[in-house]
């Protein structure tokens, strides 16, 4: 079936570094990928998206290209702050018979130092 | 302004009490969703709707059951079945076409007392 891998373990890094959280995935056709922020005790909010191959989703900063030949959606961003502290979902939807349910990652969590 | 509103943010239940989770959306999305969170997980899909008055059961379903008479809304009830039902529920709401993605609400933290 439809699956997501995240790279294990929480991510700590300082103010102004850069990051990026590995996503790859497993799917029969062609999926929509995405990636989902959650601040602390909150839902998840859509951070950004990409529907086809070689395509960028874009936004706040964050960046993450649609790799059909390596099956991934890496998340980056230039220079992180500590609002960015979050944990990050990666997703990826794609039902062949039109049922929109998405295939997420584990999430990592992201804590950003001054 | 369209959203998904969950209510109450922080519910509290005794052993061996059934309670019910709200999920209001007004977006006119045809899907809506019920996930369980717990402390340093992934997400869990408990139960699923794609049309008013049909939903089928996600991977984690027993002890939990649901009722969707209106397009805007999907109730969830944590019944006495549940064995471990202290976790944060979040519901999400769509439409149709796989390129959109979810709209989430800010979820509900369940502690059982």
């Known amino acids: 079936g439809d699956s997501v891998t995240q790279m294990e373990g929480p991510v700590t890094l300082s103010e102004e570094a850069f990051l990026t959280i590995n996503c790859t995935y497993t799917a029969t056709g062609y999926p929509s990928l995405f990636w989902y922020v959650q601040y602390p005790g909150e839902g998840l909010q859509l951070l950004l998206k990409?529907?086809?191959?070689?395509d960028k989703g874009s936004n706040k900063g964050f960046e993450a290209t649609y790799r059909k030949e390596t099956t991934s959606f890496h998340l980056e961003k230039g220079s992180v702050q500590v609002s960015d502290s979050a944990v990050y979902f990666c997703a990826l939807s794609d039902r062949g018979d039109g049922n929109n349910r998405l295939a997420f990652g584990k999430g990592n969590q992201v804590v950003v130092i001054p | 302004d369209g959203g998904i509103t969950q209510s109450p943010k922080y519910l509290f239940r005794k052993e061996g009490q059934n309670v019910t989770l709200s999920c209001e959306q007004n977006?006119?999305?045809?899907?809506m969703y019920w996930y369980r969170q717990d402390p340093g997980q992934g997400l869990r899909l408990i139960y699923y709707s794609q049309i008013v008055n049909d939903f089928q059961k996600g991977d984690i379903a027993e002890g939990y059951s649901v009722s969707r008479e209106k397009k805007e809304s999907f109730p969830l009830t944590v019944t006495s079945a549940q064995k471990n039902p202290t976790a944060f529920y979040l519901c999400?709401?769509?439409?149709?076409?796989?390129?959109?993605?979810?709209?989430f609400g800010s979820g509900t933290r369940l502690t059982v007392v």
């Open positions: 990409a529907t086809k191959a070689d």
């Open positions: 977006l006119n999305h045809d899907a």
């Open positions: 999400a709401s769509s439409r149709a076409s796989k390129v959109y993605g979810y709209t």
